[in-house]
């Protein structure tokens, strides 16, 4: 009822003081700010990932112009010669309007993708769209080699998901998910969360042919996952943890000194509140880090 009541208030609150808000976890809102910040990491030793803010694109030239801009995006990247690949929502283009232009907006951008070497993501978004989600995904595949795609711990259905990816290579982010899905579907327990990440990244390494991106700010349950990488020998080629821009900066700066793989998602764009506001309607852990920051206690 609180955080209703205080996400309530958040078309209240004046851009300057939003944007302060947002600073700490968005690059900025052009390409040039956010291969700054992407260089910027890569010179303290984290390799990162370029999202530009913006999903549920309502007509056709809106997600056209995303994915002209992905393609810009990932001809700068490659231009700069960053390890950092780019990450592309399937409502940014057009995904809920219309499954085909999705598939052929991500068609052309992994095409100019894999011409110049970069690697690129399907994100996933809440669960209404996972199923038209994993068929771009499968449908992606057997054109190029260097596609990978988001699952999300939390959602009772993703172990199936798993069984039933096609044989051969994948690239799995893992993440908890940030969406809150309804608990008839979802796990909502943080416990259950955690417990489910776990047995989810050991079935996933237990096909052998999978590339796992640990996309977690858990410290407790990341000793868990080191745990569970040393018992399946993966080495570091195969494996790496993914954090966000601006969280707990402490923690992936030690396991980067500890010898494990460390990518930095940075997002970016002109869309920072919208974005902003609608993380913050989804989510009330993420609420209460904001209001930490803004009134520590």
Not at 71 to 81: E, L, P, Q, S
Not at 93 to 117: S, V
Not at 174 to 200: C, F, M, S, W
Not at 272 to 295: K, Q, T
Request: glycine share 6%; hydrophobic share 40%.
């Amino acid at each position: 009822m609180l955080h209703k009541l205080m996400v309530g208030t958040l078309p209240l609150i004046p851009r300057p003081v939003m944007r302060r808000i947002a600073g700490k976890y968005i690059a900025g809102e052009t390409q040039a700010e956010a291969l700054a910040k992407l260089q910027e990491l890569s010179a303290a030793g984290f390799s990162g990932v370029y999202d530009i803010l913006g999903e549920g694109s309502v007509d056709e030239a809106h997600a056209r112009d995303a994915a002209r801009d992905y393609r810009a995006g990932a001809t700068a990247i490659a231009a700069a010669g960053l390890d950092t690949y780019v990450s592309v929502k399937p409502t940014h283009l057009g995904l809920t309007t219309d499954e085909g232009m999705a598939l052929e907006l991500y068609r052309e951008i992994a095409r100019h993708c894999a011409d110049i070497g970069v690697f690129l993501r399907v994100e996933m978004e809440d669960h209404p769209t996972t199923d038209a989600t994993l068929r771009i995904y499968e449908a992606l595949r057997t054109e190029f080699e260097t596609v990978g795609v988001v699952l999300q711990a939390r959602l009772f259905r993703t172990p199936e998901d798993i069984d039933a990816l096609a044989p051969g290579p994948i690239d799995i982010r893992l993440v908890k998910g940030i969406y809150l899905e309804p608990a008839e579907i979802a796990h909502t327990n943080h416990d259950a969360i955690r417990q489910a990440y776990v047995t989810q990244a050991r079935q996933l390494l237990e096909r052998g042919d999978v590339q796992l991106r640990l996309a977690t700010h858990d410290d407790a349950m990341a000793r868990e996952l080191i745990q569970l990488l040393r018992e399946f020998d993966v080495p570091k080629e195969r494996y790496e943890f993914q954090v966000l821009l601006g969280v707990q900066q402490e923690l992936w700066k030690r396991w980067r000194d500890e010898g494990h793989p460390v990518r930095v998602y940075v997002p970016f764009g002109p869309d920072w509140r919208e974005y902003s506001m609608r993380r913050l309607r989804h989510n009330p852990e993420l609420f209460r880090a904001v209001a930490r920051d803004l009134l520590p206690i």
